[in-house]
């Protein structure tokens, strides 16, 4: 059972950083792609950013140059390190994996940004 985990959220002021981890459990295939998405109240879940097996990453216009997604293959994480946050991107941040046709989704970490 492939079971991606969240964890590094919380309450952080305009301007401030925060790290989020994703770790995956589970049958995971060599080619495969991990990345973040969020959820703010009453909006749809959008991509923040994406990282391929072979480290291609993908990035929203609303994070680039703030927003850096990385990858660690031995302890099988994705971790998104985010700077310069504003309110806007308080979400429910979800982390992704794309891996032998399927796709899972963890149960989603709240960031919250106070302005």
């Known amino acids: 059972q492939v079971q991606p985990v969240e964890s590094g959220g919380g309450l952080v002021q305009a301007g401030g950083s925060l790290r989020l981890s994703c770790a995956a459990s589970?049958?995971?295939?060599?080619?495969?792609?991990m990345g973040w998405y969020r959820q703010a109240p009453g909006k749809e879940r959008e991509m923040v950013a994406t990282i391929t097996s072979g480290e291609s990453t993908n990035y929203a216009n609303s994070v680039k140059g703030r927003f850096t997604i990385s990858r660690d293959y031995a302890k099988r994480t994705v971790y998104l390190q985010m700077s310069s946050l504003k309110p806007e991107d308080t979400a429910v941040y979800y982390c992704?994996?794309?891996?032998?046709?399927?796709?899972?989704w963890g149960q989603g970490t709240q960031v919250t940004v106070s302005s």
């Open positions: 992704m994996l794309s891996t032998g046709g399927y796709l899972y």
């Open positions: 589970g049958a995971i295939f060599g080619s495969n792609v």
